[in-house]
């Protein structure tokens, strides 16, 4: 049931957008999205709840289709903060998340 | 707001002995995770209670750990018989979701304890 995010790894200049997509077979009760860097917790960035659902603030936006079995995380303008591996977390209304495979993101200057 | 906390932040032990981690969460949220994280892989669901009632575990956590969180307020992770296969980092998250249910609101992390078995 781990959905699958791809790409695995994306390298980017400063200023390139990027695009990371979480998969699931079945339909999904929300879809959470956290940035993680090496040997640090993982960093809430955003959650949808809804299908047709698209949110964001300042340059990262994410969507959650109308099936609500697919999600996409949408980084504009990059900086060399947004450096790390992004993870979708998905609740199939069982209580818990189950994590996505990882995208790791790296930003060069 | 202090965030979520963990004690210790890392710890290394020999295998066969017992290991007790800490996770403090945010105040007033009712909701309590526990995570194990190896390298390179998302974090994976252990368990979680909803105040001080344990209401799943997962496959993963075979009968050497146990957890426990008294009175709805912190909670213990306890590894006994400590295997290699158990180094990890095991993540703690705490959320406000008030009833058993789907996951609704925000799961903050605390940084972690990362335990090396030797």
């Known amino acids: 049931q781990q959905p699958v995010q791809s790409p695995q790894a994306v390298i980017l200049r400063e200023g390139e957008d990027a695009v990371i997509n979480c998969s699931s077979s079945?339909?999904?009760?929300?879809v959470h999205w956290y940035r993680q860097k090496h040997g640090e917790a993982p960093v809430f960035l955003m959650i949808l709840l809804k299908g047709g659902e698209q949110k964001g603030h300042d340059k990262i936006s994410a969507s959650f289709n109308e099936k609500k079995q697919q999600s996409s995380l949408y980084l504009t303008a990059s900086q060399l903060s947004y450096s790390g591996t992004y993870f979708c977390?998905?609740?199939?209304?069982?209580?818990?998340?189950?994590f996505g495979t990882g995208t790791r993101l790296t930003i060069i200057p | 707001d202090t965030g979520v906390s963990q004690d210790p932040r890392h710890k290394i032990t020999k295998r066969g002995q017992n290991v007790t981690f800490r996770c403090d969460p945010i105040?007033?949220?009712?909701?309590l995770y526990w995570y194990r994280q190896t390298l390179g892989q998302g974090p994976e669901f252990l368990t979680y209670f909803q105040n001080e009632a344990q209401l799943e575990k997962s496959r993963l956590l075979s009968d050497r750990f146990s957890a426990e969180r008294p009175k709805g307020s912190f909670s213990t992770l306890e590894i006994q018989h400590t295997e290699q296969g158990d180094s990890a980092m095991y993540l703690c998250?705490?959320?406000?979701?008030?009833?058993?249910?789907?996951?609704?609101?925000?799961?903050?992390f605390g940084p972690g304890t990362r335990l090396l078995v030797l």
């Open positions: 079945k339909a999904l009760y929300s």
């Open positions: 105040s007033e949220h009712n909701r």
């Open positions: 998250a705490s959320s406000l979701d008030e009833t058993p249910g789907p996951v609704g609101e925000t799961q903050y």
């Open positions: 977390g998905t609740d199939f209304g069982n209580e818990k998340l189950t």
